[in-house]
C-alpha cells in the first residue's frame, strides 16, 4: 500500500490548450482549421447539389467565422459569392452594433444578404402559447432562437440551398444552444472549433483581409459574446453569455484535459488553480468547474442529434466521431469527487 503524499507541481501549464502559444504555430494552425473546415463544406455543397448557402449572420464571432469558412468553399468550388445568402434576424434583443456589423461584413464578403424582422413573427407566437411578452424567461428567449432557424430552413428550402450552422464546440460541450433552434442546420462548420479559437480564427481572418472588412471583424473580436435575446439596456448589450455560464477560457481548459486526456474532476481542478492563479480564485474555478460537469452531462441529448460538420482537431463532440455517451448518463461521480474538493 502507498501512503498519499502530496506533491508540487513544477512543470508550466498554458492556460489555452487549444491555441498554440507561438504565433507562428498560431497562424499555421488557422490557416490549417479554415481550409479543412472550407473543404468538408465545400464536398457537402457538390454532393447535395446546394444552389446556395443561409448562414444566419448576428454580427457575433460565431455566425462571423461560419460565413468566412462558407466563402471560401464558395472560392474553392469556383462559384460566385453572391450563392451565399447572409440572413440577419434582428429581434428584442438586436443592437445597432451587431446588426451594422452583420451587414458590413456581409457587403466587404460580397455576399448576397437579407434582413428578415422576427418581431411580429415572435409576438404573435406568444400570442398563440399564451406566453406573456414580459416574461423575460426561456421560453421569451427560445422562441425567437427556433424562430430564426424556421427562417433559415424555410429560406434555404426556397433558395434550393442548406443551412450552414455556427454553433461552436465549447457551446456543444456546455448545452448553450437552444434545441432545435440554432442547436440545428444542415451542416456545422464551427462543431469542433472551441470558443477559445474561434476569437483567433477570426483575427487570422481580419489580418489578412482589405481595410474595411479587417475593421468589421475587429469590432467584432470587441463585441461581448451575447446570443442577444433580452432587450438591451441603453443600447447596449444586456445579457453576456460568460457573465452566465463562466468564462469561456476556463470551460475549454476543463473541456480539453477531461476529454483529450480523461483526466478527474480533482487533477484538472488543480492544474486550473495553478495555470489560472492571480486570474481566478480557488472557488471560482471549484464554482465554474462543477457548472462544467453539470451541465456537460445534463446537456448531452442535444449532442446525441448534432447535425453533420468537419472534425478539425483532436476533440470533438460528435455522436458519429470519437464521442459516445448517453443521454441519461448521470454525473454523480464527478459531482462527488468535486464536493470533496
Not at 466587404?108 to 406568444?126: D, N, P, T, Y
Not at 426561456?138 to 432562437?145: D, G, K, M, P
Not at 442548406?162 to 437552444?178: H, K, M, R
Not at 472549433?193 to 468589421?216: C, F, G
Request: aromatic fraction near 8%.
Amino acid at each position: 500500500s502507498l501512503e498519499p503524499v502530496e506533491t508540487s507541481l513544477t512543470r508550466p501549464i498554458g492556460t489555452n490548450p487549444f491555441v498554440p502559444d507561438d504565433s507562428g504555430d498560431r497562424d499555421r494552425r488557422c490557416r490549417e482549421i479554415l481550409h479543412i473546415a472550407a473543404l468538408g463544406l465545400k464536398k457537402r455543397l457538390a454532393h447535395t447539389g446546394a444552389k446556395s448557402a443561409v448562414v444566419g449572420l448576428s454580427g457575433g464571432l460565431d455566425s462571423t467565422l461560419a460565413l468566412l469558412i462558407t466563402a471560401r468553399a464558395m472560392d474553392l468550388l469556383g462559384r460566385p459569392r453572391t450563392d451565399i445568402t447572409a440572413v440577419t434576424m434582428p429581434c428584442f434583443g438586436t443592437t445597432s452594433r451587431t446588426k451594422s456589423n452583420a451587414q458590413r461584413i456581409a457587403e466587404e464578403l460580397g455576399v448576397s444578404f437579407q434582413e428578415v424582422s422576427i418581431e411580429k413573427a415572435v409576438r404573435q407566437h406568444f400570442l398563440d402559447i399564451g406566453q406573456k411578452e414580459t416574461d423575460l424567461d426561456v421560453t421569451f428567449e427560445n422562441s425567437q432562437a427556433r424562430e430564426r432557424t424556421q427562417v433559415l430552413m424555410d429560406y434555404a428550402n426556397r433558395l434550393g440551398g442548406i443551412v450552414i450552422g455556427t454553433g461552436d464546440l465549447s457551446e456543444l460541450a456546455l448545452g448553450w444552444a437552444t434545441y432545435n433552434g440554432d442547436h440545428m442546420s444542415m451542416y456545422g462548420v464551427n462543431g469542433s472549433i472551441p470558443k477559445t479559437l474561434v476569437r483567433h480564427l477570426v483575427r487570422y481572418a481580419a489580418d489578412h483581409s482589405e481595410p474595411r472588412l479587417k475593421e468589421a471583424l475587429l469590432d467584432v473580436l470587441d463585441t461581448p459574446v451575447s446570443p442577444e435575446l433580452l432587450p438591451p439596456k441603453d443600447g447596449e448589450i444586456a445579457q453576456k453569455t460568460e457573465e452566465l455560464v463562466g468564462p469561456y477560457e476556463l470551460h475549454d481548459f476543463f473541456l480539453y484535459y477531461m476529454l483529450r486526456f480523461g483526466f478527474t474532476p480533482g487533477k484538472i481542478y488543480r492544474m486550473a488553480c495553478r495555470s489560472f492563479a492571480g486570474q481566478y480564485d480557488q472557488d471560482t474555478v471549484k464554482r465554474w468547474l462543477t457548472a462544467f460537469y453539470r451541465r456537460f452531462f445534463t446537456q448531452q441529448f442535444k449532442r446525441s442529434c448534432l447535425p453533420d460538420g468537419p472534425k478539425v482537431g483532436s476533440v470533438t463532440l460528435s455522436p458519429r466521431g470519437d464521442f459516445r455517451m448517453p443521454s441519461d448518463a448521470s454525473w454523480r461521480l464527478w459531482q462527488k469527487e468535486l464536493e470533496n474538493i
